[in-house]
């Protein structure tokens, strides 16, 4: 049995080429196809028409590109990604160009050529674990084995922004670029639990954020001084609070969104950048390995395990039920690019009363 597989390059390059199976017979295995060439790739994009395929191999389907393996989940997620940036507002594209970073968001490996845009919420902890141990070199330490806390100090890590413009575009051009996406609304959530409800409350955000809540929100002209002192007279900012900053005209009007809930578009700039791997949490176990394998380090590094008491998609109603109908909605026009970039359904039963 014959497979031919058509691959468009852009919108009009296109190249056939055949593969067959290692033997005689015919076979549904996937694993007995070998890649018999590669092509080279052009602005990341490459559509896909395939025939003769049963859907248990379609699923299954890989294509060597340029020497490496990408499956097709990556594929539809950046093609998906190129299209939504070619029909958006030009908002997204707009940021601050990246050969010039406004943020610190993007770690680089330069062991291993990787670059990582990480967003806060999103596996971001175990991630920087990765990039710590990868900087460490080898034997490489079990990335399981390094604190959290140390891995967001920033001088354990080396960031784009610590290169000059020249090292900055070189290394965007030539390094494998990563990053991991969730819910949208589900990361607001991890969000408010970690930084104003649970033990890792952040004092710093308290400082900077949780008083503007209160004041605004909680009609309590002078808010109290000290986390400590706010959680002690129940005045901590609810769920509803904050979700009631966020859609506040005036809040962007002071400052920009704090990264831990800025929209992942603006953190991460996906229509500036190709991106070689999109993870998304949801399947992070399974998208990891297979970054690790992309990378050639899954024999080397093991993924650590997702924590317990995560935040889940299936308790966003549950979170959502103080939060009025009319902010539910101005919240899903604040962040709809971020679903519709990254392939996540408009929450209806939310938004639809």
Not at 27 to 54: A, E, V, Y
Not at 136 to 144: E, L, Q, R
Not at 236 to 251: E, K
Request: glycine share 4%.
């Amino acid at each position: 049995m014959a497979i031919r597989i058509q691959i468009i390059i852009g919108y009009q390059d296109r190249i056939h080429f055949t593969r067959h199976p290692t033997s005689n017979r015919d076979t549904n295995d996937i694993n007995q196809f070998n890649c018999l060439g590669s092509i080279q790739k052009k602005k990341n994009l490459f559509k896909l028409s395939l025939t003769s395929l049963t859907d248990h191999i379609l699923m299954k389907f890989t294509v060597c590109i340029t020497g490496e393996k990408m499956t097709l989940k990556q594929l539809e997620r950046k093609e998906l990604i190129r299209g939504m940036c070619g029909i958006g507002p030009k908002a997204l594209s707009m940021e601050k160009k990246i050969s010039d970073p406004v943020n610190n968001q993007f770690i680089v490996d330069d062991t291993q050529k990787i670059i990582y845009c990480f967003i806060p919420k999103v596996a971001c902890s175990n991630w920087k674990r990765v990039m710590f141990v990868l900087k460490k070199g080898k034997p490489y330490d079990d990335p399981s084995s390094i604190s959290k806390t140390s891995v967001h100090e920033f001088s354990k890590l080396r960031y784009l922004t610590q290169f000059n413009s020249t090292e900055r575009k070189w290394r965007m051009m030539n390094y494998t670029k990563f990053m991991f996406v969730r819910d949208p609304f589900v990361c607001l959530i991890s969000a408010y639990r970690s930084k104003f409800l649970y033990k890792q409350k952040n004092t710093y955000l308290y400082k900077n954020y949780g008083k503007i809540m209160i004041k605004r929100y909680k009609n309590q002209p002078n808010p109290p001084q000290t986390l400590k002192e706010a959680e002690e007279l129940g005045l901590l900012p609810t769920f509803n609070n904050f979700i009631q900053y966020l859609v506040d005209p005036q809040t962007e009007r002071r400052e920009p969104f704090e990264p831990h809930w800025r929209q992942m578009y603006r953190l991460c700039h996906p229509c500036l950048i190709e991106y070689d791997f999109i993870g998304h949490q949801e399947n992070l176990q399974e998208d990891a390995q297979e970054l690790l394998k992309l990378l050639k380090l899954e024999n080397d590094i093991k993924f650590p395990s997702a924590y317990e008491n995560v935040t889940t998609s299936n308790s966003v109603m549950d979170w959502f039920k103080t939060v009025p109908l009319e902010d539910r909605r101005k919240l899903f026009d604040i962040y709809k690019w971020d679903f519709k970039l990254f392939g996540y359904k408009r929450p209806d039963s939310l938004l639809d009363g």
